[in-house]
């Protein structure tokens, strides 16, 4: 019993990690397109190195956010239904 309760106590902390984990990579991901190493970031480099696209700069950012904002919902989703509620 003891387990079990711990480990559903755990899962918060442990989804928690996971949402986090999730946004910095899409972060670095976004940022590894300055070295060529392409992904979501590609559009915003190319709209700065065109002597400021500010279209495409914008268009790689919003991307980039609302990539990142939606998986932060899902995660923060996620959490809310693992947390144990008093009874």
Known sequence: MLVANSSALGATDFLAGLRIAAVVAIAIATIGAKFGAGGLGTLLFEG?????????????AIAV???????????LALEKMATPTKK
């Open 65 to 75: 956010a609302l990539l990142a904002l939606t998986l932060n919902a899902l995660f």
């Open 48 to 60: 700065i190195a065109q002597a400021g696209r500010v279209d495409k700069i914008w268009a790689g």
